[in-house]
């Protein structure tokens, strides 16, 4: 159906469409890949947990409702640090500092810095609902930590071991390398001691969240009622009252602009803009001003041989028969013996394997490329897969049945790629890049104050502190104080402080603002235009535009829901009706306005009918005509993952519930106060 012409927002992703975007195009198999040239050269968040995390899928769900890392300290510190005065929360007793508050708002900047790029407005964190948000992510942790102590849940020193060595960060050609381990940690500025108590920790939370994980529950019959409900088909008509149709009857009072613009005289404010001169302290400025010598470069290069070995790596092609393990017998049984039959057939015909995955597969991913999965490295794929894939010795042949986690695969090797040493003139420039950002890290971080504290006391003037610290001294465009500019001039307390009084009126340098992504920055006002307010009769054609069709969106609405009503009652109403198309729940770009009203008429007595408001534009009509609901085969893979997800949703509420009483228990205080003050921190 065509939804051309009306604004309802962004698309509605409800859980019809991610089911059918996660059967399109689900990563069956791989892992993301950890960036490790990436990690060392940022500070955002420790991806090292997810590997940690990722082990137990309903875990999973419970730990991503605690999407903040947990806190470098244990219960015991939380207890020695209560009574400094500087707590935003008490929670049973012990303290949430603002310390630690501060570096969670830290984190989640960078985080959301991180997913959302040239996107990410740092005023998305300066908001009252955003700190709440950290503070009761922070309250929630918290509230975990204390139940594991008091349950005296125990992480042995072999698990911990045994986790580490898991995790491909810390790994060599899919082993576990001490040198890795070792240079991760510093590129992260951590140390041994400090990592493996937080990773104690996180384990220890999942012993806890793993209990609540096992009273989840799902039956066939549930699954089968939702698949039926999530995939049914309406067929449906419509008919829009457009607000273009309704302007005609509308009439101004002659006097209804300027009241509305005496009323409303922000809307007509171009707001106060500035040029501005600034400078930029960042890792990357401090890394151009340094230099490593070759020797250097040579010595890492020779000290850590294995950071440069490329392990083999294999092509294969496969075809993968679904069955989750947590599916039923039957549904195991029934995939197996697919893939079995699958087997057969390739053993009597090896050349007919791309044909066979294009006509049998169910990873959606490679099966229209004949089953073809590229090369890849060990660690890259489930162990299962991997093992059989690396146990093949030549190419062209084909692995047994191998079950996974995604369920029965058939392999066959289709090339190798030694294993090499990448040689010392390939990498020496990603070395010497690598060492200059760790020397910067320290450097940059040895400059933080007396950058601070010299456009602080030199403050008529960036001069001194540009030619103190090497910097360039910037200019920017006309920046307005509404927030919308570049970059870093889209940092909310970076614009407070060149808008303040002290800037405009005294003329002074702006404070150091910490900008994020390693970047402080001061500026000083060059030109100043103070805000004005548009005069009337320039905006007056506008304002009547506006209020006629506001009117007349009035009127479309009224008029609509009384045809709707009218229909209701199964009067005739005389529409042009638009021929019947399919409508189903999963449809992409269907506004959750129109899916609510069409989804949710009654399908009792048909044709029924249900309507919707078209935000600024009128009024539309539904006819419901047929309703079909599909029924479930015993393989279909629909159906398992609607019990995942279902799955999911019983297991947030019994989290929620979980931590509700965890909040009886312990008391929880919030400082209110200190919490509102946070914001100047």
Request: glycine residues 6%; hydrophobic residues 40%.
């Amino acid at each position: 159906m065509d939804w051309s012409g009306i604004c309802f927002g962004a698309p509605h992703r409800n859980a019809g469409s991610a089911l059918q975007e996660a059967n399109e195009s689900s990563p069956f198999l791989r892992f993301q890949p950890v960036n490790l040239a990436h990690s060392v050269s940022s500070n955002r968040g420790f991806s090292m947990f997810d590997a940690v995390r990722n082990n137990k899928k309903i875990v999973q769900v419970f730990l991503l409702l605690i999407t903040l890392p947990f806190a470098f300290w244990g219960v015991d510190s939380y207890v020695k640090n209560m009574g400094s005065g500087n707590e935003l929360a008490s929670v049973g007793g012990t303290a949430i500092q603002q310390g630690e508050f501060q570096q969670a708002m830290r984190d989640q900047q960078e985080r959301l810095r991180s997913a959302m790029g040239t996107n990410f407005n740092p005023a998305m964190m300066e908001t009252a609902e955003a700190r709440r948000a950290v503070l009761e992510n922070l309250i929630n942790q918290r509230l975990l930590s204390l139940d594991a102590a008091k349950m005296r849940l125990a992480v042995s020193d072999e698990r911990v071991r045994e986790t580490i060595a898991s995790i491909p960060a810390f790994q060599e050609n899919g082993h576990f390398s001490q040198p890795r381990y070792d240079a991760v940690l510093k590129a992260q500025g951590m140390s041994h001691p400090v990592f493996e108590s937080r990773l104690r920790h996180d384990l220890a939370l999942q012993q806890v969240l793993g209990a609540v994980a096992e009273g989840v529950m799902v039956s066939r019959a549930s699954s089968e009622q939702v698949y039926s409900v999530q995939f049914e088909e309406r067929m449906v008509s419509d008919s829009r009252l457009a607000a273009s149709q309704y302007v005609g009857a509308v009439k101004l009072a002659d006097d209804a602009a300027k009241k509305f613009y005496e009323a409303n005289r922000k809307q007509f404010e171009l707001p106060a803009q500035v040029r501005a001169e600034y400078i930029v302290l960042s890792k990357d400025a401090v890394a151009e001003q340094l230099t490593v010598s070759d020797a250097d470069v040579r010595k890492e290069y020779d000290a850590h041989p294995e950071r440069f070995r490329e392990g083999e790596e294999r092509r294969a092609s496969h075809i993968l028969i679904q069955a989750d393990k947590s599916a039923g017998d039957t549904v195991i049984k029934a995939a197996r013996e697919k893939a079995e039959a699958l087997l057969k057939q390739l053993k009597a015909n090896p050349a007919d394997f791309a044909k066979l995955a294009k006509e049998n597969s169910q990873d959606p991913g490679s099966a229209e490329k004949g089953g073809d999965l590229g090369f890849f490295p060990r660690g890259a794929m489930v162990k299962a897969f991997e093992d059989a894939a690396f146990a093949l010795t030549k190419e062209g042949e084909i692995s047994g049945v191998v079950q996974s986690d995604f369920g029965f695969h058939i392999i066959k090797l289709t090339g190798v790629k030694a294993e090499k040493v990448r040689p010392f003139d390939a990498v020496k420039n990603d070395i010497a890049a690598e060492l200059k950002r760790a020397d910067a890290a320290k450097k940059y971080a040895e400059l933080v104050d007396g950058f601070t504290n010299t456009v602080y006391e030199q403050s008529d003037s960036l001069k001194p502190a540009a030619e103190k610290f090497k910097l360039p001294v910037k200019t920017t465009d006309w920046v307005a104080r509404d927030g919308k500019a570049p970059a870093p001039f889209n940092n909310e307390k970076l614009l407070a402080e060149l808008f303040s009084d002290d800037a405009v009126k005294n003329k002074r340098n702006t404070n150091a603002v910490d900008v994020g992504n390693g970047m402080l920055v001061s500026a000083r006002i060059a030109e100043y235009k103070p805000a004005t307010v548009r005069p009337f009769e320039e905006v007056k054609a506008a304002i009547e535009q506006g209020l006629t069709t506001e009117e007349a969106v009035q009127l479309a609405e009224k008029d609509g829901e009384a045809k709707l009503a009218k229909l209701a009652k199964g009067e005739s109403v005389d529409l042009p009706w638009s021929a019947a198309r399919a409508m189903h729940r999963s449809d992409q770009g269907l506004p959750p306005q129109i899916a609510r009203a069409v989804f949710r008429a009654s399908s009792e007595k048909l044709p029924s009918y249900a309507g919707a408001k078209i935000p600024g534009g009128g009024y539309i009509l539904f006819r419901i005509e047929k309703v079909s609901r599909p029924t479930a085969s015993q393989d279909d893979p629909k159906l398992n993952a609607i019990k995942q997800q279902y799955a999911r949703v019983l297991a947030e509420q019994d989290f929620a519930a979980y931590i509700a009483t965890l909040r009886k228990r312990y008391d929880v205080k919030v400082n209110e106060a200190a919490l509102e003050g946070s914001k100047d921190k």
